[in-house]
């Protein structure tokens, strides 16, 4: 089954203490976004990337690492959180990130993230 | 200003009925759109891709105004299973022009009652 893929689905933190929520696509796609979704704000971009190795900054990226070692895996680090990074987070895939293009983009089934 | 906006709602409306929601942006530079929808504490999936000329799928209809720099999405016949939230998705071009931003509307809320 073609999907988007995250661990953990549900995270209690504590400020400081370093973690990492993994995605994974089984579709072979070139391009993979982090979202956070806040009430009120919709989601926004926090860092994307359109091929392995290539990642860059989305709308709110301060706080928040990545890395695209492989084409399937795109895992999100919070080195220090804090309680401002308490959220809603998706994944996202699609075929490329293309500046006109019209590709779906694929969501993982979210993880919510509570830093106390 | 936002740079997508949409009506929170809540749209409350009866089975059967039609509904008919807008979205404005604010970058003429926005290059696709899209109608995700979301149900309750699920994942985003993608309802329609909204082009220049206007398409339907079924009950729904989506329509694009770059003059007025809007989008909108009208549900005809509206289904219980309608209920959701309805995103409204734009996309720009980056300054590198290889890539593209996307910029979520926070959702309309629909509730459609037996």
């Known amino acids: 089954e073609a999907q988007v893929t995250q661990n953990p689905r549900y995270l209690i933190t504590v400020t400081g203490k370093k973690l990492t929520v993994t995605c994974s696509q089984n579709?072979?796609?070139?391009?993979m976004s982090w979202y956070r979704q806040d009430p009120g704000l919709g989601l926004r971009q926090i860092y994307y990337?359109?091929?392995?190795?290539?990642?860059d900054k989305g709308d709110v990226p301060e706080g928040y690492k990545v890395s695209r070692k492989e084409k399937r895996n795109f895992p999100l680090i919070l080195e220090s959180p804090s309680p401002n990074q308490t959220s809603l987070y998706f994944c996202?895939?699609?075929?490329?990130?293309?500046?006109?293009?019209?590709?779906?983009?694929?969501f993982g089934p979210g993880t919510r993230l509570t830093v106390l | 200003r936002k740079e997508v906006e949409q009506d929170p709602g809540p749209f409350n409306v009866p089975e059967g009925a039609t509904v008919a929601f807008n979205c404005t942006y604010s970058?003429?530079?926005?290059?696709?759109f899209f109608w995700y929808r979301q149900d309750c504490r699920k994942e985003p999936k993608l309802l329609m891709s909204?082009?220049?000329s206007g398409n339907e799928d079924g009950r729904f209809t989506a329509q694009l105004n770059r003059a007025s720099q809007y989008i909108s999405l009208l549900i005809r016949d509206s289904k219980l299973s309608d209920s959701a939230t309805y995103l409204c998705?734009?996309?720009?071009?980056?300054?590198?022009?290889?890539?593209?931003?996307?910029?979520f509307g926070s959702g309309t809320q629909l509730t459609v009652l037996p």
């Open positions: 996202a895939s699609s075929i490329s990130g293309g500046a006109f293009s019209y590709n779906e983009q694929f």
């Open positions: 579709m072979n796609h070139e391009y």
């Open positions: 990337s359109m091929n392995v190795e290539v990642t």
């Open positions: 970058n003429s530079a926005s290059q696709s």
């Open positions: 909204v082009y220049s």
């Open positions: 998705v734009v996309t720009l071009p980056l300054s590198s022009g290889s890539a593209r931003q996307l910029t």
